[in-house]
């Protein structure tokens, strides 16, 4: 048995057009759309990384020391999951 991957193979070596940062204001725009992919992030690791039945004792600052460790994480991982790119582009074709 044969399996076609011509077509799976096509789209992943597909990349979408990268709008270029040529102005300061594209500068601008693309730090604010890290910053909503940042914030994004934080949300889905604020639902994936509830620590409900952990083995050790809860802390008074355990709910501080999460949400820091998830702002750390959502930051570090802004502009490398594409929606920051995706976001970017459709808003620069809108000016």
């Known amino acids: 048995m044969n399996i076609d991957t011509s077509l799976a193979m096509l789209s992943r ?3 979408p057009p990268v709008a270029k940062i040529e102005t300061e204001d594209d500068v601008k725009l693309k730090e604010q759309t890290d910053k909503f992919e940042a914030f994004f992030i934080k949300q889905v690791l604020d639902i994936a990384l ?3 039945n952990t083995l050790f004792p809860k802390d008074p600052g355990d709910k501080i ?7 750390t994480m959502s930051e570090s991982f802004s502009g490398s999951f594409g929606f920051s790119e995706l976001l970017f582009n459709y ?3 809108q000016r």
């Open 13 to 15: 070596s597909y990349a």
């Open 50 to 52: 509830k620590n409900e």
């Open 65 to 71: 020391y999460q949400s820091m460790y998830n702002d």
């Open 91 to 93: 808003l620069k074709e």
